[in-house]
T-cell receptor, first 115, second 116 residues
Framework: EAGVVQSPRYKIIEKKQPVAFWCNPI?????LYWYRQNLGQGPELLIR????????DSQLPKDRFSAERLKGVDSTLKIQPAELGDSAVYLC?????????????FGQGTRLTVV | AQKVTQAQTEISVVEKEDVTLDCVYE???????LFWYKQPPSGELVFLIR??????QNEISGRYSWNFQKSTSSFNFTITASQVVDSAVYFC?????????????FGQGTELSVKP
């Protein structure tokens, strides 16, 4: 079974430029998460989708970040414009949240460097 | 408020030593789930274990064991006879079963280095 696939693995951009990350979750998983992991820290949730609906986006900086999950499958996270402080690893995860106690499976992440 | 604390930032051991990674959590929910994930240098978070708040039985899986104690709000992880391949950052995480169900609150992580 294929895991969570993210692309690109690495991205270097200049500040004020836009950037987008893509995630394809595990087939059949109805819940998709985007987390941000700063250096030396644990991941922090940015947004959680159940199917097509964003059910928790309280931590998403909506002035510059946007996300979509069309058709309830893959998802895109966008930053426009990027700031130096956005440098981090962006992790996508998915789970089947029919029961509340299922674990999330993570992709390898996209390491973003803003210069 | 939910919180997970991993007080040990870095641990270094010699191969074959036993090592325990500490995790203390805070939550107001009576139903919650605790997790451990491993993050090797490749960056992917690898699921190790999930525990729900109603099951305080300790668990052993090969060289790994977990000690869940609700009285002290702790969920510690022990690796017996450590190996170089165990070197990674380990994260403890909490998920509440209420409206935040599914959202993981992570600790800061413990970087384990196992030297040959």
């Amino acid at each position: 079974e294929a895991g969570v696939v993210q692309s690109p693995r690495y991205k270097i951009i200049e500040k004020k430029q836009p950037v987008a990350f893509w995630c394809n979750p595990i087939s059949g998983h109805n819940t998709l998460y985007w987390y941000r992991q700063n250096l030396g820290q644990g991941p922090e949730l940015l947004i959680r989708y159940e199917n097509e609906e964003a059910v928790d986006d309280s931590q998403l900086p909506k002035d510059r970040f946007s996300a979509e999950r069309l058709k309830g499958v893959d998802s895109t996270l966008k930053i426009q414009p990027a700031e130096l402080g956005d440098s981090a690893v962006y992790l996508c995860a998915s789970s089947f949240l029919d029961k509340r106690d299922t674990e999330a499976f993570f992709g390898q992440g996209t390491r973003l460097t803003v210069v | 408020a939910q919180k997970v604390t991993q007080a040990q930032t870095e641990i270094s051991v010699v191969e074959k030593e036993d090592v325990t990674l500490d995790c203390v959590y805070e939550t107001r929910d009576t139903t919650y789930y605790l997790f451990w994930y491993k993050q090797p240098p490749s960056g992917e978070l690898v699921f190790l274990i999930r525990r729900n708040s109603f099951d305080e039985q300790n668990e052993i899986s090969g060289r790994y064991s977990w000690n869940f104690q609700k009285s002290t709000s702790s969920f510690n992880f022990t690796i017996t006879a450590s190996q170089v391949v165990d070197s990674a950052v380990y994260f403890c995480a909490l998920s509440e079963a209420g409206n935040q169900g599914g959202k993981l609150i992570f600790g800061q992580g413990t970087e384990l280095s196992v030297k040959p």
